[in-house]
């Protein structure tokens, strides 16, 4: 089976880091396109970041440089690296992966929500 675990969320102050990481199993080989997905108390679920097996990244418009998304191929692991949190920031956070070869050709974060395997989250919780 193929799944997706997150690891690295807490409880930071307002201006502290995270960095979230994504451990894969069960793949035969590496999805063509992963990302980052939040959801934030009372809002639905929003795209975060993105990066395809091609190198293409993508961001949020309102990650404003904050956050950066990287893989490590060898070990199947996706990161997040957070700096300089906010409150409005708290939410889970989930993984997500797309092995169908279409995903390079789907722009913007939104899609990320629809990929077909996502991880259960993990918490960020960022105190003013």
């Known amino acids: 089976q193929v799944q997706l675990v997150e690891s690295g969320g807490g409880s930071v102050q307002s201006g502290g880091s995270l960095r979230l990481s994504c451990d894969l199993s069960?793949?035969?080989?590496?999805?063509?396109?992963m990302g980052w997905f939040r959801q934030r108390p009372g809002k639905g679920r929003e795209g975060v970041a993105k990066?395809?097996?091609?190198?293409?990244?993508q961001y949020a418009d309102w990650v404003m440089g904050q956050f950066t998304i990287s893989r490590d191929y060898t070990k199947n692991t996706l990161f997040l690296q957070m700096e300089n949190l906010k409150p409005e920031d708290t939410g889970m956070y989930h993984c997500a992966a797309d092995r169908r070869l279409n995903c390079h050709s789907r722009g913007g974060v939104a899609v990320i929500t629809t990929y077909p395997t996502w991880g259960p989250g993990t918490q960020v919780t960022v105190a003013s």
């Open positions: 069960g793949y035969t080989s590496t999805p063509y396109c």
């Open positions: 990066i395809h097996s091609t190198g293409t990244i």
